[in-house]
């Protein structure tokens, strides 16, 4: 059977973000398991199955069951899994050293084997509202991608004047930013810590072509993209479709002021989106509308997410936003929303730029343990409660107001402030024939 580490500790996470930059690391290995500096960094697979057993002296730290029970499916069952910690708990029970208390063991098994079936239920009861909840999505994709059928040019005055206009609706910017911030937790909330695992798993060669969010496996994290995707059309339309020059203005003056608030918020997915819509052609194009608007504050905003150097804005602004959120005094201060689709990614080439097996056939832990700290962040994210007040109507507003598709969005814009040049002239020339026939 394994050993486990001889250190007291056993399992230590916090040696996880020591610094041993100025000097050699200690290398060890203690019964397939492999240390560096008092950090484990791989294991066999029954090694590390070992770390799960508890003893007299010893209870495995709860951030190593989540670390390996997120990950274990890629080598193994989960209910294989305990069916392993159970043999091993029960082997070491019957040949353990005569003076182990029977006792205290007893209840260090029986605590280890109530937290993982705690664990199923959990996720049972949370597949259940998951099932509910993508059902509800399927409903209201359906509903949306019947309102947002391409809208002919004459349908430009008509929505201009509908009620749902997003001034007449609401003329706030702090109270649409919470309204954004209640979407973007709701959605986060069902985004559970298996759909990571499952979305970024390997696939077999002949799935290679596809997307990497794979069918009925990762639909809230395709939901929640596709939420990013729809606020930025939606912004671009609210603000293509005015036909007065100073009423374009308005409205992009109201999403700065919108993204600013969002900034404050610390909802950093809804201000990215803003920011992406702003700067769709259709809007940038725009020049006697952005004339008439103080862009000092949208410079500013775009440097905070500008993408040269990784993000570096960003993730610093992310870093105070959790610190922020480590020390709250209030429930607004907790909110962290980061930029998800920069988080798949920083996952998705993590999972893929280190090997889950080593050359010597152990298991790459120290991969694992960065991916479930990144997943761990995340998942204290979503468990904030939104404290803000709900606004039903602006709310059902940005789920199910209709917007322009890219062509659309063109064409308003050429309509709003004219071609500069015949290459602009012919397309929307091209666009009004080929919008006028749907």
């Given at each position: 059977m394994p050993q486990t580490t001889p250190y007291s500790s056993k399992f230590n996470p916090s040696t996880y973000s020591s610094n041993h930059s100025h000097r050699q690391p200690v290398e060890e290995n203690y019964g397939g398991l492999h240390y560096r500096d008092n950090k484990l960094v791989s294991g066999s697979?029954?090694?590390?199955?070992?770390?799960?057993?508890?003893?007299?002296?010893?209870?495995?730290?709860?951030?190593y069951i989540f670390t390996f029970l997120l990950t274990s499916r890629l080598f193994l069952h989960p209910f294989e899994l305990m069916s392993r910690v159970c043999y091993l708990c029960v082997d070491h029970h019957r040949v353990g050293d005569p003076q182990t208390d029977k006792v205290i063991l007893y209840h260090q098994i029986t605590t280890l084997l109530t937290e993982m079936v705690l664990l199923i239920q959990r996720l049972l009861r949370k597949l259940t509202t998951l099932g509910q909840y993508e059902e509800s999505l399927a409903t209201s994709s359906a509903t949306a991608a019947a309102m947002d059928r391409p809208l002919a040019l004459k349908s430009k005055q008509q929505l201009v004047r509908r009620d749902e206009c997003v001034l007449n609706l609401c003329d706030d910017p702090f109270v649409f930013a919470q309204q954004l911030t209640h979407i973007e937790m709701e959605r986060l909330s069902y985004i559970g810590p298996e759909e990571f695992v499952r979305a970024f798993a390997k696939k077999r060669p002949s799935d290679n072509h596809k997307s990497f969010f794979s069918k009925r496996k990762a639909s809230n994290l395709e939901a929640y993209v596709e939420w990013f995707n729809r606020l930025s059309y939606l912004i671009a339309t609210e603000i293509c479709m005015p036909v007065k020059k100073k009423h374009r203005a308005r409205v992009l003056e109201f999403f700065i002021d919108v993204a600013q608030e969002c900034f404050n918020i610390g909802n950093f997915n809804s201000l990215?989106?803003?920011?992406?819509?702003?700067?769709?052609?259709?809007?940038?194009?725009?020049?006697?509308?952005?004339?008439?608007?103080?862009?000092?504050?949208?410079?500013?905003?775009v440097h905070q997410m500008d993408p040269s150097s990784n993000f570096y804005s960003y993730r610093t602004a992310l870093r105070g936003a959790t610190q922020r959120s480590s020390t709250a005094h209030t429930s607004q201060e907790m909110i962290v929303i980061p930029f998800f689709s920069l988080l798949i990614k920083d996952i998705y080439f993590l999972n893929e730029g280190c090997v889950n097996r080593l050359p010597n056939g152990h298991i790459n832990f120290e991969k694992f343990w960065e991916l479930a700290k990144q997943v761990s962040e995340f998942l204290s994210w979503r468990q904030v409660i939104c404290p803000f007040e709900r606004d039903r109507k602006t709310l059902q507003y940005l789920i199910s107001a209709p917007v322009f598709g890219e062509d659309e969005l063109q064409l308003a814009s050429y309509e709003s402030e004219g071609p500069e040049n015949n290459m602009e002239r012919d397309t929307r020339r091209s666009l009004r024939s080929s919008l006028s026939r749907m």
């Open positions: 697979l029954e090694a590390l199955i070992q770390l799960l057993v508890p003893t007299v002296d010893y209870y495995p730290d709860r951030s990215m989106a803003i920011i992406t819509g702003m700067n769709m052609n259709p809007v940038s194009r725009l020049k006697k509308t952005w004339n008439k608007v103080n862009t000092d504050k949208f410079d500013i905003l």
